[in-house]
């Protein structure tokens, strides 16, 4: 019967509508989750492109073949441009994991390129139990449909804070509180006053970015080089209400400049 489950499921990531609606894609992240606690990969089409930190690899060796033992996911959910991000956090004390992919769907109603961030020990703070920790006790409840902000001014906050790293004359949108979670790092001390005005490096170029933005939770998930156009994997997820930064979460592959 779970085998029966994970093949549709796994045919479901290759048919969402091409309308790309929430439904359609919600299917496909669920479909895409519990393929991962199975290692199951059967279903997902040959021609869609597969990377893994941003290097061409060959899926039938991929993390997607490893069973997991998930103990958190989350997604976000763009009907615009026909794509997903996916979280998945492993405390599994074997191997621990945090793990990002992004999945984008053709017109045609196919998975055009499934880009996944696997980060373990050794990765820019790295510590999946305090990411578990901080991440489930954050509220990413939806947004009131009246109070939702657009995906450009989604897109704008996160660039704001992205660009302040090569320019420190950047206009970010800072929330209060706000709180930072960098691999189990986190800022946030729970009190109204909690700032992620604390500071970045500087002259260091964040490039090659690729957004998915959902508006229903006010959230942009953003892949991108840390450090140039040959940099570290590097994903950058914000949250905003009204217009103001509320979360931000990164996953980088490596040791940071």
């Given amino acids: 019967m779970l085998q029966s489950i994970l093949f549709i499921g796994a045919a479901l990531l290759s ?12 299917d496909a992240v669920n479909s895409y989750v519990d393929a991962r606690g199975a290692g199951q990969i059967a279903n997902i089409p040959a021609t869609a492109a ?3 930190n941003f290097e061409t690899a060959n899926i039938t060796k991929s993390i997607l073949t490893t069973p997991l033992k998930i103990d958190h996911n989350a997604s976000i959910l763009d009907t615009t441009a026909c794509a997903t991000f996916t979280e998945l956090i492993i405390t599994d ?14 017109n045609e109603s196919t998975i055009s390129k499934i880009d996944t961030i696997v980060t373990d020990a050794g990765d820019w703070l790295f510590n999946a ?6 991440a489930t006790q954050e509220n990413w409840d939806t947004i009131p449909v009246e109070k939702r902000d657009s995906r450009e001014t989604i897109q704008k906050a996160a660039d704001a804070y992205l ?19 960098e691999g189990g790092i986190y800022t946030g001390r729970g009190s109204p ?13 964040l490039v090659n970015r690729r957004y998915v933005i959902d508006e229903t939770f006010g959230s942009v998930d953003v892949y991108l080089n840390f450090g140039g156009n040959t940099g570290n994997p590097d994903s950058h997820q914000f949250r905003l209400q009204e217009g103001k930064l509320r979360y931000i979460h990164t996953m980088s592959v490596g040791n940071l400049p």
């Fill in 15 to 26: 048919q969402v509508a091409a309308d790309c609606t929430r439904s359609a894609l919600q």
């Fill in 50 to 52: 597969y990377t893994e």
């Fill in 163 to 181: 660009n302040l790293f090569n320019d420190k004359t950047a206009v970010v949108p800072w929330g209060t509180p706000c709180a930072r979670l």
């Fill in 193 to 205: 006053t909690d700032s992620c005005n604390l500071g970045v490096p500087d002259n260091i170029a």
């Fill in 129 to 134: 139990t305090g990411t578990l920790y901080w």
């Fill in 93 to 106: 004390a074997t191997h621990p994991y945090v793990i990002g992919t992004q999945i984008r769907f053709t």
